[in-house]
């Protein structure tokens, strides 16, 4: 394959790669070097990328490597909470409602950001990129029942955690989300 028909067949996707990995890193910052780097490997690896195939699945299986391997890499090097930094930002922290009025698209990928990455990967495939079932097994590398399962459960537990917003608009009642296996 050539450069221009790497650059033609991959480029186009850049945004949507940028769009996930900021969900990823969780900072823009880290999100340009997980797609950086994600290019990088898929230009060193174009030999192995059967043309004809799905270009935007491949790039995507490699920026979830890219971003595990930077996830790993920052749990190395950072530093352990300490006594001091937990004093100042009780010192800082300001009072807000426990539960806003109006949900903002902030609360939104805020609930989406506390659930665990297994289901947040498996979710952020299927329902904002729209991948099907097999090439989000594909992506993650894992069989397509277990992407179902992490579906399922990510979507439960991101409606688990945006329940008391819709308990204080009334609609839905107080009674718990089942979490069914």
Not at 1 to 15: G, Y
């Amino acid at each position: 394959m050539k450069v221009e028909d790497f650059e033609e067949i991959a480029l186009p996707h850049s945004r949507d790669l940028y769009r996930t990995a900021v969900r990823l890193a969780g900072n823009s910052v880290d999100a340009e070097d997980v797609v950086q780097e994600t290019y990088l490997q898929a230009w060193r690896s174009i030999g192995r990328f059967e043309v004809g195939t799905n270009i935007r699945a491949w790039l995507y299986r490699i920026m979830f490597h890219v971003a595990s391997h930077h996830r790993r890499k920052s749990w190395k090097f950072a530093q352990p909470w300490s006594e001091e930094d937990e004093a100042r930002w009780e010192e800082t922290l300001v009072y807000s409602e426990p539960v806003s009025q109006h949900l903002t698209d902030e609360d939104v990928l805020a609930a989406f950001d506390r659930i665990p990455s297994g289901f947040r990967d498996a979710v952020l495939l299927a329902d904002v990129n729209e991948f099907s079932y097999a090439e989000i097994a594909t992506i993650l590398q894992i069989p397509i029942g277990t992407v179902m399962s992490r579906l399922y459960r990510g979507r439960k537990l991101l409606a688990k955690e945006l329940e008391g917003y819709a308990q204080s608009c009334g609609i839905m009642t107080a009674e718990p989300l089942p979490l069914a296996a």
